[in-house]
């Protein structure tokens, strides 16, 4: 067979604005069709019909991150956006790359224009097209709602969360989800000028998602603002293999024991010497896997009470550790001044231990998960 006998016999067909063909073409060749597409024409096929939808839904789209941002000088120093008051990014690597260099940007504009919110449409620094006006609606309100609805339909690494001073409408537009409403991320980070907002955002996260929150006045933390005590009854504070915070948290010594987090970060006023001592003891039983747990910021801890019926034979002086250089170049490096010490489980697995006055920190130096602040 020569290259010639490979030509058609007649002139194809080739259609190059329309596809005719679709609706004939069996369920799996949709679906393998949907899957080569970029995201943005995904996102745009979706719409197009409730097959469109249904099609869609099921493919759920792989993305490297989706961002909210709620402050306006954020959001024109980072993302030149203009006079918009909310944006939302959808970071996404093109079709057959890994290289985190090449990922492209989908983006979402929302402005507030006489009393309402316009939106439209971005790909790579090109607007696409306007999209819906909403009336009596702030960008803030229309665009929690969007993350939601968009984030439904694709599996992202992460989602952060900018969210301003208009936390009463944030609230008020997320206990309006309906509680089947969820946010599915292998971390979430929320930025916000008042962590209150957790109360009403949490429900709507799934378990097992890592959690990272931040009060936006970092450094001026009034010392009478809590993460309410409510939240780490939830599911979803119970299941995070890693929860930080830079705010105080009403969490108490009982509710301490039922998280699952190997890394924990925060102030906690009402911890104390007993519930660390718990702490220790579930992880020399075996019951509890610890990369590091910092508390700052406790109640006054009694060092004897911190090692309550800690068997002392599995109990490592500070003299003894440094023998090692790796662990004494680790604990000059990681630990502040306080109470050095180490001990080891029945599996031989090492935890070293700082106790200071009103903070105390464990960790293993060997954990392969164990991300700093």
């Not at 020569?2 to 067909?13: E, I, K, N």
């Not at 979402?108 to 919110?117: D, P």
């Not at 005590?229 to 705010?247: Q, R």
Request: net charge neutral; charged share 20%; glycine share 4%.
């Amino acid at each position: 067979m020569g290259g010639a006998s490979m030509l058609p016999d007649s002139a194809v067909d080739v259609c190059k604005d329309t596809f005719t063909y679709w609706i004939d073409l069996p369920y799996h060749l949709k679906i393998e069709v949907l899957r080569n597409l970029p995201f943005p024409t995904l996102r745009n096929f979706m719409f197009l019909s409730k097959e469109c939808m249904a099609l869609s839904s099921k493919l759920k789209p792989e993305v490297n991150g989706v961002f909210l941002l709620h402050e306006p000088n954020r959001i024109r120093q980072n993302a030149n956006m203009g006079n918009c008051s909310a944006t939302i990014i959808v970071y996404y690597l093109p079709r057959g790359t890994t290289d985190p260099d090449l990922r492209k940007n989908y983006t979402i504009r929302f402005t507030n224009i006489n009393e309402g919110c316009t939106v439209s449409r971005e790909d790579d620094l090109r607007v696409a097209n306007t999209g819906p006006t909403y009336a009596n609606e702030s960008c803030y309100a229309v665009s929690m709602r969007v993350l939601f609805n968009m984030t439904k339909y694709m599996k992202s690494e992460q989602i952060s969360m900018e969210i301003g001073s208009v936390r009463t409408e944030v609230r008020h537009v997320l206990d309006e989800l309906p509680k089947t409403a969820s946010l599915s991320c292998e971390r979430l980070t929320v930025h916000a000028h008042s962590l209150a907002v957790l109360t009403s955002l949490i429900p709507h996260v799934n378990p097992g998602c890592r959690l990272w929150t931040y009060d936006s006045d970092i450094f001026n933390i009034p010392a009478n603002v809590f993460i309410d005590s409510d939240i780490f009854d939830l599911e979803t504070m119970k299941s995070a293999p890693l929860f930080y915070t830079n705010a105080s948290c009403e969490i108490s010594d009982h509710q301490l024991l039922s998280l699952k987090a190997h890394c924990l970060y925060l102030k906690a006023p009402y911890v104390s010497a007993r519930g660390i001592n718990d702490i220790i003891l579930q992880w020399l039983a075996g019951k509890r896997k610890i990369a590091t747990v910092y508390f700052a910021a406790t109640s006054a801890l009694n060092r004897d009470v911190v090692f309550k019926d800690v068997d002392k034979t599995g109990f490592v002086p500070e003299a003894e550790l440094v023998k090692s250089p790796f662990i004494k170049q680790w604990m000059q490096s990681h630990f502040v001044p306080g109470f050095h010490a180490g001990m080891r489980n029945k599996s031989g697995d090492l935890l070293l231990i700082n106790v200071g006055t009103n903070f105390c920190e464990l960790v293993d130096p060997y954990s392969e998960y164990m991300p700093r602040p």
